[in-house]
């Protein structure tokens, strides 16, 4: 596109045409305030805080959806913008719960921010407050439609990035409510609890169901074993959730987490590891039996399982599709299983007494410890689940300096990793990490790409395709792979996986192994990570993922000293009793 | 100024002689003849018709739509309904003038949710046309082709706008959309389409069969044409009125019977009150809005109460959508409420309320919040009893 000339503010400026107005603002460095607008998401215009003036025109133009035209003459702080916004905002906080120290988000939310720097000290139209209208109890994403301007950002998520669209204006007028079918609750519609919602969300209409008060009384009880176990991608979004910049910080998360007083802290990326050691041998097992038996009932392609939001959404909508998923339950699962296991023999603890909190980036996690059938070694795998917004709040709580930290390690045991296990963090990183293991296995080589990267599964196009040649020597029993071709895709964000999923149904394609990831950029980009999200903001974090598995001594799962251990104390076998009773699971078709 | 009816004459035109002239001509012949004609859009935002058809006509994009509004929801008005019964022959044909002059062979009605009892007559004048060869296949044995369907709407007044009776149409939820891309370019499921009131295609037959110099002959200046008004409220005779455009006011109360009036609603719930010293003004697009709806108060009634009804109608229809409009009106209404019983201690504390009415307007994402303040500025101005005596903020 060209560029054009346009005036902003007695200024002349040279744009792209087809910009909005509020992108050559933008680009121009002139701020302008939004509410409805999100970068991930389609234009709504129905805020009204981003109106400006152009000269000529009757009404003031929405900034974030009108395109310039040459010679537009544009004005960001005239006195009818100055009077329009502040109107607009006071309309919004008029009728919004403003009781901001009762907020999940206060201190980080858009709407109070604004009415900061607009200086809204006096609001003539506020009439009686509003109470709280908590609704219902969802596993892991909970609403206060008191707090909610009716920016539908909510809504496009769930629509646009999600194909889920369990929530929608409801009513009319003033009493236009964002509701789901029938006003059931968010755990009775096919909501994933994914928590983008959260995310997007401008204020706190929108936060997860909280645990941290169980935590601290599981905590401050002497009588029980707290044993926390922390997600990939919360380590490079904890320095974040904390309001430092996006960094990766291992070690500082680790000492303030022992810093709450916690028995060990221990890592779900040694899980990570493990899962990518079971399923890479399912995987290895089902192309076996497809291509060398000739076994109907190995059923191909096989996809990942360590997404919950994913698995409740195959669950609903492609149920016919179940027996693709793979049959391992997800890092978290398995690390729950294991504690109250493997670990509590080790530490000498009666399993009753053990208590595991996961720290995840995730609100489906949340979900996903409710599920029924988590308790195969008798007790519940996971007891509480916080996501990385909640160990942050639990952070300052404490008061526990995070920027001056030192560095320390996990606990032993289950405290080992590989960079395969962090890169599960990442859209892409189990793929990868499954590749570097499988590819192994079957050829008895390291996978040959420079450094162990495997950067066609990397990067953040929505689909993502890559083939990997089989050499012709194999190891011993893998004959049957000799110079086949293992063809993989990856998807990240449900819309994605929406789209993979139907042409799986259809017959397609011919992919032996799908990675899906319910959120945008897959862990980094989840439910439970620090809020706000932007494109750039999870480009960061990936990089910051990828960082660590660079740093890293051991970058292949099957390296890993600890699983090593494990099997070779406790498992015996991949795919073995103890890992089909511990660390594989099923599912079941959901309404 | 006496009655001067067009549309509503007693001798309509043949059926079928415009459109027979229409496809005589080239299509660019039928739209510069409307254009030329100067007639505006009769739903009340008065876009010129032809421009319009012109836009949509050099659009690109496949399976082009002609839509009538017939969803006449502004309170007070009720001439699109006798059109709708009466020259329901009028409109189908100039429905179909319109598709052959932007290309179109689809037309959907888009009828108001009161108004289903006026289906089968629709439908019969429809079967009537298309035995008569002058709609369906091969119109008139040509290669021309144009139908058209009855859409009921959901009785949202909101989807008087066109873009919301575009997404009503569609099956979503009737809110409005953001422009652009308008309708001309990207309509009813992203083609092109042109959206015009009952009145507006009942005009299009008188026009292509007299020619746009006849028309420009009607009205005065560039308010060109007949304009259809619903009367009612306190006049001896309520009714549907034909006058040529830029008639005052008073000539059209003349016809009516109106005695001891206080104050006129012109235009709807959403047009313009005016006083009893205002009734040299004209219905006009320069003027007063000529969108159909005149409602006569006179001094029995209270304003205030006026104002009340109006802005409950507007808190009800506001979509919700964008801020001013969904929060805005609610106000409003408070406010009024606290004048009428008298909790309103100075004029400076209208003074914000005046502010939002005019941020309303500007800031409102389609006509219905852009317009629903008119009333609360017109009367709490010039009629309200406020402290220190009437109006005059």
Known sequence: MP???????????????????????????????TLCYHPD??????????????EGWRTLA???????????????????????RRTVLKLLLAAHNVNCPECERNGNCELQELAEKHNITVNEFQTSPKPCSFEEASPGVMRDNSRCILCTRCVRTCEELQSVAVIKPVGRSNQVRISTFMDRGLNEVPCTQCGQCINRCPTGALFETSEIRQVWEAIEDPDRFVVVQTAPAVRVGIAEALGFPTDRSTGRMVAAIRGLGVDRVLD???????????????????????LADGDQSAVLPMTTSCSPGWIKFIEHKYPDLLPNVSSCKSPQQMFGALAKTYLAGKENVDPSKVVCVSIMPCTAKKFEKERPEMNSSGYRDVDYVLTTRELA??????????ANLRDEKFDKWMGDSTGAAVIFGATGGV???ALRTAYEVVTGQEIPFNGLNITPVRGMEGIREASITMPERMAKGYEFLAGATLKVAVAHGLTNADKLMDRVRAGEVDYHFIEIMACPGGCLGGGGQPIPTTPEIRQKRAEAIYAEDSALHFRKSHANPEIQLLYAEFLKEPLGHRSHELLHTHYRTRD | MAEMRVLTAELQPEAGAALKKALGMTAADVVFEVRESGMKGRGGAGFPTGIKWNLAGAASGADKMVICNADEGEPGTFKDRLLLEKYSMQLLEGMTIAGYAIGSSKGIIYLRAEYPYLVPAIMKARQDLIDRKLMGHFILGGNFTFDVEVRLGAGAYVCGEETSLIESLEGKRGEPRNKPPFPVNSGYLGRPTIVNNVETFVNVPHIILNGSDWYRGLGIGENTGTKLFSVSGDVEKPGVYELQMGSTIGELLDLAGAEDV???????????????????????????PPGGSVIVFDRSRDMMDVLENFLEFFVHESCGQCTPCREGNVRLLDVTRSIRDGRIASREELKDFFMLAEIMKLGSK???????PNCFVDIVTKLAELPGGKGGI
């Open chain 1, 3 to 33: 560029n054009i000339s346009v005036t902003i503010n007695g200024v002349n400026r040279s744009v792209r045409e087809g910009v909005t107005i509020l992108e050559a603002c933008q680009t121009a460095g002139v701020e302008i305030p």
């Open chain 1, 41 to 54: 998401l389609s234009l709504a215009g129905n805020c009204r805080m981003c109106l400006v003036e152009v």
């Open chain 1, 62 to 84: 929405i900034s974030c959806v009108t395109p310039v035209t040459p010679n537009m003459k544009i004005r960001t702080h005239s006195k009818k913008v100055r009077h329009a």
């Open chain 1, 268 to 290: 779900t990326d040694f899980t990570a590891d493990l899962t990518i050691i079971e399923e890479g041998y399912e995987l290895i097992d089902r192309l076996k039996r497809a």
């Open chain 1, 393 to 402: 709040s639990m952070i300052q709580e404490a008061g526990i300096d995070f």
């Open chain 1, 431 to 433: 793929m990868e990490a």
């Open chain 2, 262 to 288: 206080q104050a006129v609603q012109v235009g709807g719930a959403s047009g313009i009150t005016i006083t009893a010293g205002e009734l040299e003004r004209t219905l006009s697009f320069d003027d007063l």
């Open chain 2, 366 to 372: 389609c006509g219905l919040g852009q317009t629903s």
